[in-house]
């Protein structure tokens, strides 16, 4: 299916090396690099050519359905305000102490959302469950008491199937090798530092943690943080200016929204996925340079996600690297959804896709997701070369000295920094079993009979059996055949329920 | 189909069919007022009116006259010659802009609690922020690792998406509990609390009164909100008063969009930069006096000031609820991870929506949950410890009271002091190798210190470069007075 299926079969590292030995580490500025071959754009047209994503278009019934229950919901909005105002009805909701006369809090429209759609429906979301966020959970069953303000728990526990967690490899679980490290942990480090990596918050398991992850993403060096939305939020602004441009995926996670705001660099769009629109915006903003100070940019940073949670979507990333390498623009991939999920090795979509991973000039990834535990990398090429004038400076070195969250924020938990620390380890092989390989087999349709076998595994990882199951079922999913991220388009809200 | 394309203006969420209702009813009532102009004018005025009218649409239409600015069209080889020629700048800068010792901090063994093992060293510890002493607490340790049996580590979710567990209810009933709040809600880290919670209420347009000396998230809060912000000086109520004159002023002469811009007041209950406590009965009849809401950071003095710890405004006797919303770290006094906002159920339900760092992140680890609830069985049964802790500010602040060439800033009370230089050197870099000077002989006496470190390039208003003291509980007296002698030794050493 996609040119990477026959190299896949080799492991990733000796894919590296022999990828490394061939070409210097660069950032993909030098000129004879511009210039693809005739290999490289085969290959692309091959890749093109057998990317496949779905969006399918809503019935016509659904799409009028679902427009008509909004049309209504709104249309009961108004007339419940109305029979408040008219003091008709009483409004059930908490009320602002002793600011009378002070501007509203909330503007109309906002607050009109949140009290007539949020409220209501609030229920359907935030549900409690009272166990780890496993392959089967426990649901806490709630009373919507007063019109959805408020939730009574009724002490009614429920065992659910987990379709909701993205616990891609399983390792949210209260037993086994990653908890007993992690209990270790805790008696030796205790919980938590007190203190920012600047100060005194470094212990040696964060170094050890740091080398870990670079190694497993194929970059030369990282540095870890206690939260993944941080870790976007507070890096982009250390990496970008005023005088810089980031281009965005129109469907970036808030994270990256937040950090490239914080940034101050101008940010343009680009449809999501969508290379034709992707090259435009680059073209032109190279051609043209920044408008409102008729200069050249000082450099284009491309954001972009690896796998897109919203849309379960798959980054064309050899599409957006050879683009980038064009335009000699810098991508930063957010592996959030990826890292650990997609892949032969679980190495994110660079490992799936064959990629070398010096082509990305910035790696981001959360600890969240397929590792079962809390926070975020970066991982950069540490050698940053111009073609011009030849002079070297870790990125990561860079991001060390002046990231905002390592600075002023908390440095990561030791428990959370050593379940990371083991269940990489097992992704990779290293803790001397073959779980890593039994996890990761099971992402492959093709191992289905395997797959039945482990019963400790989350239920999205049958990922594929479970689209084409769900497809067969009548419902419309969204979203790339790869992608662990399955999302079910549901029309009328009030079917959430 | 027909009945698809129409629809959507009324119904979807971004454009509620009501509001059109009433643009429909402003337009229509300007309409008739327009109308009612032209019976009043002459005649002729219509007429040139017109006249200029067609003009114009004439001058537009006609070929010969290009309205807009003429498009300079490239050809494919220029754009391709424009792109061969652009270098961008490298993705880091040539030059470190940070201080080359901080990405070689020094690496801690063991627990950072009473004291720091460096380099095989037990130092005592002042300079965490962990002031109750919570850091390897049996107690706490032992109800997250029962909780981590329970959970495992992660929640593998953020709070909508089967990410809520009942330890996190439960943590948010008890700080609500505790604080004396309608609710609380929490977040996966505390730089991530107020900086989400500030975006979350104020929006461009809205004003946001601000202390110079506030910490970083905040100042990050603020850039993310957009919002117009008025900066006073440091704990100085006569500026912000100023401010808020100046704001009235122009709010009387423009009413309508005075109507519409909300007023926030920032402040921190003890600022980490400056070790000096809020003065909040002032802040308060400033609140009512200007109708600002007030927001508090309490990050540092939560678990610290107030007979039972509950803060600055049991500190002040000022009822909590008044205050709008108040923003704590559970990454200081209660030695965990994360943070939580508290105040009416009006003001802090809206974060559940609108709140960046608690909508999209994956919540808590249930055990750091857990853990933060022990902590606060802790509080509630032993509130002496407050008490001791004060006691023991108040001992270091006497301690370090005359020393050679530096001066303590910082409240009494305030577990956090900064020593600065008593005179000026020429650059901020002269001053700060003074006081790494001190900070390392004072480290191979055995006490861990460390300067304050900030982003100098990133901050809006940059402290003077200062050593950030923290006492601890678990510092017994002894403790505290042979660190202060320590530091006033390495002071008469590098001053001497
Ligand atoms: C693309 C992306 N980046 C970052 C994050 C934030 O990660 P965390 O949940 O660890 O804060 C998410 C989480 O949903 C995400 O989807």
């Known amino acids: 299916m996609t040119p990477s299926k026959d190299k896949s079969k080799m492991p990733v590292r000796s894919r590296l090396t022999s990828r490394r030995s061939q070409k210097s580490r660069k950032n993909g500025f030098s000129s004879e690099k511009n210039q693809l071959s005739a290999l490289q754009e085969e290959k692309l047209k091959e890749f093109r050519e057998s990317f496949v994503e779905e969006f399918q278009d809503a019935p016509l019934y659904a799409a009028v359905m679902s427009y008509l229950f909004y049309f209504y919901m709104a249309f009961f909005a108004c007339i419940k305000d109305l029979m408040i105002r008219l003091g008709v009805r009483k409004s059930k909701r908490p009320k602002e102490y002793k600011n009378e006369g002070f501007v509203p809090l909330y503007p109309e429209f906002e607050d009109f959302y949140f009290r007539h759609i949020y409220i209501p429906y ?53 037993v086994g090798p990653c908890v007993e490290a992690a209990e270790e942990a805790v008696k030796k480090h205790g919980l938590a530092c007190c203190s920012s990596r600047h100060e005194f918050g470094s212990l040696a398991l964060h170094n050890e943690l740091e080398t870990l992850v670079a190694r497993f993403v194929g970059k030369p060096a990282a540095m870890v943080f206690g939260m993944g939305f941080s870790t976007n939020s507070t890096n982009i602004p250390t990496l970008v200016g005023k005088k810089d441009l980031i281009i965005s995926d129109a469907l970036n996670h808030s994270s990256l929204v937040t950090g490239a705001r914080l940034s101050g660099a101008t940010i343009r769009v680009f449809k999501h996925n969508d290379m034709k629109s992707l090259e435009s915006v680059l073209r032109e903003s190279v051609v043209k340079g920044n408008p409102r100070r008729h200069r050249p940019w000082g450099k284009i940073l491309i954001i972009v996600e690896g796998v897109y949670s919203m849309e379960g979507s798959v980054l064309r ?52 997701k397929s590792f079962g535990a809390a926070g975020g990398y970066i991982a950069a090429t540490q050698v940053n070369i111009n073609t011009l004038i030849e002079y070297s400076w870790e990125i990561i070195d860079h991001i060390r000295g002046s ?6 924020a908390s440095s990561m938990s030791p428990p959370v920094a050593v379940q990371v620390i083991s269940s990489m380890k097992i992704i990779m092989g290293e803790d001397g ?17 395997d797959i039945l076998k482990t019963r400790f595994l989350s239920a999205i990882i049958y990922f594929r059996y479970f689209r084409r199951r769900v497809k067969e079922m009548g419902y419309v999913v969204f979203g790339h055949n790869a992608s662990p991220i399955i999302p079910l388009v549901i029309f009328a809200p009030g079917n959430t329920a | 189909m027909a009945g698809v394309e129409h629809c959507p203006t009324e119904g979807s969420p971004g454009s509620p069919y009501y509001f059109q209702l009433s643009y429909f009813t402003i337009y229509l009532t300007k309409g008739i007022e327009i109308l009612e102009y032209y019976t009043k004018v002459p005649f002729y005025h219509v007429l040139f009116e017109a006249v200029l ?14 309205f807009r600015e003429q498009k300079i069209e490239l050809t494919e080889k220029e754009e391709e010659e424009l792109i ?42 002042f300079a965490t922020f962990n002031f109750l002493g919570f850091v390897g607490n049996d107690k706490i340790e032992d109800t997250a690792i029962k909780s981590l049996h329970r959970y495992g580590v992660g929640s593998c979710g953020p709070r909508g998406f089967y990410g809520t567990i009942d330890v996190h209810l439960e943590l948010e009933e008890r700080l ?64 912000l008063e100023r401010l808020l004159l100046e704001q009235k002023e122009k709010d009387e002469k423009n009413p309508k969009k005075a109507s519409v811009t909300r007023r926030f007041l920032i402040v921190e209950g003890i600022y980490v930069n400056y070790g000096d406590i809020a003065p909040l009965p002032k802040l308060m009849e400033l609140k009512y006096k200007y109708k600002v809401r007030i927001f508090i950071d309490e990050s540092a003095s939560f678990g610290v000031l107030g007979h039972t710890g509950r803060g600055l405004t049991e500190h002040f006797n000022v009822p909590i609820k008044e205050v709008d919303l108040v923003s704590v770290s559970m990454e200081n006094s209660l030695a965990t991870i994360g943070g939580f906002c508290c105040g009416t159920t009006f003001v802090v339900d809206h974060q559940r929506i609108s709140g ?21 069985n802790i509080m509630e049964q032993k509130p002496d410890m407050f008490d001791d802790l004060r006691e023991k500010a108040k001992l270091l602040h006497a301690e370090l009271d005359g020393l050679q060439g530096l001066v303590c800033e910082g409240s009494e009370e305030s577990p956090i002091k900064h020593l600065r230089l008593l005179e000026q050197l020429e650059t901020i870099d002269d001053e700060e190798d003074k006081l790494k000077e001190i900070v390392a002989i004072a480290l191979r006496n055995g006490v861990a210190l460390t300067i304050a470190r900030y982003l100098k390039d990133d901050e809006k208003f940059l402290p003077p470069p200062s050593i950030r003291v923290t006492v601890n509980v678990q510092l017994t007296k002894e403790e505290i007075k042979r660190g202060a002698q320590v530091i006033r030794q390495a002071a008469e050493q590098v001053f001497g």
């Open chain 1, 122 to 174: 609030s229920w359907a979301f935030n549900k409690p469950i009272s166990s780890t966020a496993g392959p089967i959970i426990q649901l806490m069953e709630r009373e919507v008491v007063d019109g959805g303000w408020q939730h009574r728990l009724t002490g009614v526990k429920t065992r659910m199937i987990n379709t909701g967690s993205y616990n891609y490899l399983g390792f949210a679980e209260n």
């Open chain 1, 317 to 368: 990333l050899p599409e957006v690297v050879a683009l980038k390498k064009k335009y000699k623009a810098l991508l930063y991939l957010d592996e959030a959804h990826s890292i650990g999920a997609v892949g032969p090795n679980g190495r994110g979509v660079t490992d799936y896709f064959g990629v070398d991973p010096a082509d990305v000039d910035i790696m981001m990834g959360t600890f969240t």
């Open chain 1, 403 to 408: 990231s905002h969250s390592a600075a002023y």
């Open chain 1, 433 to 449: 079993t073959d779980e890593g390989k039994r996890r990761l087999k099971a992402l492959d349709e093709n191992n289905r009979e």
């Open chain 2, 53 to 66: 009218v067609i003009w114009i649409y004439r001058l537009i239409t006609s070929k010969t006259f290009r």
């Open chain 2, 84 to 125: 061969e020629e652009w270098q961008p700048e490298p993705l880091v800068p040539a030059t470190p802009t940070y201080d080359l010792d901080v990405i070689t901090p020094k690496v801690v063994e063991g627990k950072p609690g009473h004291t720091l093992k460096i380099d095989d060293m037990e130092c005592l510890n």
């Open chain 2, 176 to 239: 609500a509990k505790y604080t004396r709040t309608e609710e609380a809600i929490l977040y996966s880290y505390g730089f991530s609390t107020i900086a989400s919670a500030i975006p979350a209420y104020s929006k461009r347009g809205d004003v946001v009164f601000c202390d110079k000396g506030v910490s970083f998230a905040i100042q990050k809060g603020l850039v993310a909100s957009r919002s117009r912000v008025m900066w006073f000086e440091h704990n100085d109520m006569e500026d």
């Open chain 2, 356 to 376: 960046a760092g608690y909508c999209f992140s994956a919540s808590l680890p249930p055990m750091l949950a857990s853990a933060a609830i022990e902590a606060l």
